[in-house]
């Protein structure tokens, strides 16, 4: 397959965080993140997804890219500097604590490696809650980050997670309020979802605090000037993340790396690599597993993503006998131009909507 968007998955971090369910470990040898890259540079050739044209985006994730060195990551990012021009989005997840008294050195090798967009993991400003989600950083360096990295040509995106344990409206308006004194081009507000295990469960919003808190942060953001483009993601301008649109708009993408999914729209396939570090490494070329959708996977895909886009939404002709006009009564869609959309009221039940617009 040629593919316009590539995922590269870094596994490792600092420590795990109790509410994490991404694939992510404790830290790692030197030793196993230089094999670590060498599977990823193995994979990459042997998937032959490069073409003459150059990508449209590449987006480092994980865990925490950082820590596989930035040698290891200018190594990966050598072999496709081929296919980078100067419209490629270059995407890095970085986490606060990661760049603490080192802001100036680490901003300039990442703009070396051509990043143009760095997306910094925030979640709260709030020390309390903070602390109680086992995270911690210095807000002032923070700042200094945020500072350094406004002197490079880049996209500064944050990540904020609202419906924390604890978390209260005023706590909420907290991280709005640096949000006005930041104005960084793209936020990222998720809706805090731990694993059942996770001990401060009973603490988290409940779903009519985290409804309310989902309206806030929308009717905040908008009133000052940004982007509500898709349920978890607001951009100044047209600075959306193309790579994640990519997704939502069923692009193919290789995903490289442990854990790592792929789609091919061609074929209809979606592969994934082994989740597990050693395993990958002995045989980082067979994919783990893949499922080939059928055509009602297709359209349930095409209805549970677009509805995700607020802007865009779904062609109506998709839903044929479906009874979609309840959820436009009770204003939780609306109808515009053949496409039906979710409205604010409807944002908090997005899911159930979906799920009642698909067919099993
Ligand atoms: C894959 S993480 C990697 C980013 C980086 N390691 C960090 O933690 O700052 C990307 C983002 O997912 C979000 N996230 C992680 N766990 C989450 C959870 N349980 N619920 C909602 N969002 C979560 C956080 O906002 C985080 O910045
Ligand atoms: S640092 Fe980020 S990716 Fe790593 S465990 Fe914590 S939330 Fe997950």
């Known amino acids: 397959m040629s593919v316009k968007h590539i995922y590269v998955h870094i596994p490792f971090c600092k420590k795990k965080c109790p509410y994490c369910d991404f694939f992510s470990l404790p830290i790692y040898s030197n030793y196993t993140k230089t094999k670590y890259t060498t599977s990823l540079i193995k994979e990459l050739k042997a998937r032959k997804v490069l073409s003459s044209k150059p990508l449209k985006t590449i987006y480092f994730g994980g865990g925490s890219p950082l820590m596989l060195g930035t040698d290891n990551l200018n190594q990966i990012i050598s072999k496709l500097r081929s296919s980078i021009d100067k419209r490629t989005e270059i995407s890095i997840e970085l986490n606060p604590e990661h760049l603490e008294g080192k802001q100036q050195k680490i901003m300039a090798l990442l703009s070396g490696m051509h990043f ?168 980082p070329v067979s994919s783990f597993g893949y499922e080939k959708l059928t055509k009602r996977d297709k359209i349930n895909e095409n209805i549970f993503l677009g509805l995700r886009l607020l802007d865009k939404g779904i062609k109506e002709s998709l839903l044929e006998n479906k009874d979609y006009r309840t959820f436009i009564n009770s204003n939780m869609l609306r109808l515009y131009n053949g496409h039906l959309m979710v409205t604010e009221k409807g944002l908090p039940l997005l899911n159930y909507i979906s799920s009642s617009l698909m067919t099993y």
Not at 148 to 155: F, G, M, P, Q
Not at 172 to 197: G, N, V
Not at 232 to 257: E, I, P, T, V
Request: some cysteine; aromatic content about 10%.
């Open 116 to 283: 143009n967009r760095l997306s910094i993991g925030v979640q709260t400003t709030n020390e309390r809650i903070l602390s109680m989600i086992e995270r911690s950083y210095d807000i002032n360096e923070l700042l200094k980050t945020i500072s350094a990295l406004r002197k490079r040509d880049s996209i500064l995106s944050l990540d904020f997670m609202f419906g924390l344990p604890g978390q209260t409206i005023k706590d909420l308006m907290d991280d709005i309020d640096f949000i006005k004194q930041i104005l960084p081009q793209h936020i990222s507000f998720y809706l805090f979802t731990p694993p059942e295990r996770y001990q401060l469960i009973d603490q988290c919003a409940s779903y009519k605090l985290a409804s309310k808190m989902m309206g806030i942060i929308s009717s905040s953001l908008k009133t000052i000037g940004y982007k509500h483009y898709e349920v978890s993601n607001f951009c100044l301008d047209k600075n959306l993340c193309k790579h994640n649109m990519a997704y939502w708009a069923r692009q193919s993408y290789l995903g490289l790396g442990a854990g790592a999914h792929s789609f091919d729209s061609t074929k209809n396939i979606r592969s994934w690599n082994v989740q597990d570090i050693k395993a990958y490494m002995n045989d």
